[in-house]
T-cell receptor
Framework: AQSVTQLDSHVSVSEGTPVLLRCNYS??????LFWYVQHPNKGLQLLLK??????LVKGINGFEAEFKKSETSFHLTKPSAHMSDAAEYFC??????????????FGAGTRLFVKA | DTGVSQNPRHKITKRGQNVTFRCDPI?????LYWYRQTLGQGPEFLTY????????KSRLLSDRFSAERPKGSFSTLEIQRTEQGDSAMYLC???????????FGDGTRLSIL
């Protein structure tokens, strides 16, 4: 079985300060992990993905995430928040199922607020 | 890469009417997914296709819902006899075979009067 938990439903930061959005996962098989961002009334945009290569993954717009197998975490970070980063962020896990095929599960999302 | 295209962007209809949405995936992607997203929630999986074959359907996909991908390219999602609870954003995504990342369209927002 697999699951994904985003530990914070809302995160508020000041512009120019670091961003940390937390994600824990569970999976019976080696997972692929993704972070997506969604701006209002838009689809989801891929920020970055981990697929068993380097554990530190760099994405677009200055975001990066570190895959920590021992902690089953895939937290998203950015050194300096920008007003345009205010959006909803989703952590996603995709892994093989015991019955075959892949299953993709989305976290519930974290709303990021950026204060001027 | 022209991205995933969904039409219409918005659909307002009366309860009991049928609606159909269209999704045009990225051309080289063989997998196509449909999701439903309600306000404040993450996307919920509805169904997916590999080429023209519908390989999985969620229990969320009641008998009133049907999806097709007749030639392995674009897909349609039809909802018959719409209900208030069908009001949501319907998202389409496409990908290469796993673990390829899914690329999303901007969705179709359905409002039931």
């Amino acid at each position: 079985a697999q699951s994904v938990t985003q530990l914070d439903s809302h995160v508020s930061v000041s512009e120019g300060t670091p961003v940390l959005l937390r994600c824990n996962y569970s999976s019976s098989y080696s997972p692929s992990l993704f972070w997506y961002v969604q701006h209002p009334n838009k689809g989801l945009q891929l920020l970055l993905k981990y697929t068993s290569a380097a554990t530190l993954v760099k994405g677009i717009n200055g975001f990066e995430a570190e895959f920590k197998k021992s902690e089953t975490s895939f937290h998203l970070t950015k050194p300096s928040a920008h007003m345009s980063d205010a959006a909803e962020y989703f952590c996603v896990v995709s892994a093989l199922r015991g019955t075959g095929g892949f299953k993709t599960i989305f976290g519930a999302g974290t709303r990021l607020f950026v204060k001027a | 890469d022209t991205g995933v295209s969904q039409n219409p962007r918005h659909k307002i209809t009366k309860r009991g009417q049928n609606v159909t949405f269209r999704c045009d995936p990225i051309s080289e992607h063989n997998r196509l997914y449909w999701y439903r997203q309600t306000l404040g929630q993450g996307p919920e999986f509805l169904t997916y296709f590999q080429n023209e074959a519908q390989l999985e359907k969620s229990r969320l996909l009641s008998d009133r819902f049907s999806a097709e991908r007749p030639k392995g390219s674009f897909s349609t999602l039809e909802i018959q006899r719409t209900e208030q609870g069908d009001s949501a954003m319907y998202l389409c995504a496409s990908s290469l075979a796993p673990p390829g990342a899914q690329h999303f369209g901007d969705g179709t927002r359905l409002s039931i009067l």
